[in-house]
């Protein structure tokens, strides 16, 4: 029996979490990955910078406020989430995309990362920061003592273990996660 309009599986909207919205490009790196998740049957779900209406005159911290609620309840109508994780200011992943990556697991919501080199954590801290290993042989910062989070992961073992995978790049992350979704 062929299958109708009303019979097909929605496409299943992805969250796309990271800090391109930062990006002076923005609008152009979310085009593009809108186009990969059309190609994926997938839709492709941008964060949002609060809807805010024409003439807003709330302060920062209202606008704050929208912006944090409105991405909380585009995130609960996702049914997954690709991360950009690659490092942000310093060599961690952007804050605020972690905190969606949390929040996105803790709903049951399968996510994929990508944007973290090959290389293991503690290799990018060794080559950027004086670290040495104790009698132990546990990486340590030298100049404060702390250990450097080892267990060869590509990032912190808190994101490697809850992600789905950490893909090379945008379009392999959805490839994944649409695979993981059943779609394509």
Same mark, same amino acid.
């Given at each position: 029996?062929?299958?109708?309009?009303?019979?097909?599986?929605?496409?299943?909207?992805?969250?796309?979490?990271?800090?391109?919205?930062?990006?002076?490009?923005?609008?152009?790196?979310?085009?593009?990955?809108?186009?990969?998740?059309?190609?994926?049957?997938?839709?492709?779900?941008?964060?949002?910078?609060?809807?805010?209406?024409?003439?807003?005159?709330?302060?920062?911290?209202?606008?704050? /406020?929208?912006?944090?609620?409105?991405?909380?309840?585009?995130?609960?109508?996702?049914?997954?989430?690709?991360?950009?994780?690659?490092?942000?200011?310093?060599?961690?992943?952007?804050?605020?995309?972690?905190?969606?990556?949390?929040?996105?697991?803790?709903?049951?919501?399968?996510?994929?990362?990508?944007?973290?080199?090959?290389?293991?954590?503690?290799?990018?801290?060794?080559?950027?920061?004086?670290?040495?290993?104790?009698?132990?042989?546990?990486?340590?910062?030298?100049?404060?003592?702390?250990?450097?989070?080892?267990?060869? /992961?590509?990032?912190?073992?808190?994101?490697?273990?809850?992600?789905?995978?950490?893909?090379?790049?945008?379009?392999?992350?959805?490839?994944?996660?649409?695979?993981?979704?059943?779609?394509?």
């Amino acid at each position: 029996m062929p299958s109708n309009d009303s019979t097909k599986r929605a496409a299943p909207r992805i969250y796309l979490a990271g800090p391109d919205v930062f990006r002076p490009d923005s609008a152009q790196v979310f085009e593009a990955l809108r186009a990969a998740c059309e190609r994926l049957n997938l839709l492709a779900v941008p964060p949002s910078d609060g809807n805010l209406p024409a003439g807003f005159d709330g302060d920062d911290e209202a606008h704050a /406020q929208r912006i944090y609620e409105a991405n909380v309840a585009l995130i609960r109508g996702c049914d997954g989430v690709v991360a950009n994780l690659g490092s942000f200011r310093g060599l961690e992943p952007d804050s605020g995309t972690v905190f969606e990556v949390g929040f996105a697991i803790a709903l049951g919501l399968p996510v994929v990362g990508y944007g973290v080199p090959a290389s293991t954590y503690a290799q990018r801290v060794g080559a950027q920061v004086d670290c040495q290993p104790d009698s132990h042989g546990v990486l340590r910062e030298c100049a404060t003592g702390l250990m450097v989070e080892g267990l060869g /992961q590509r990032a912190n073992l808190m994101l490697t273990r809850s992600v789905v995978a950490l893909a090379d790049d945008a379009e392999d992350a959805l490839a994944r996660l649409a695979r993981r979704l059943g779609v394509g």
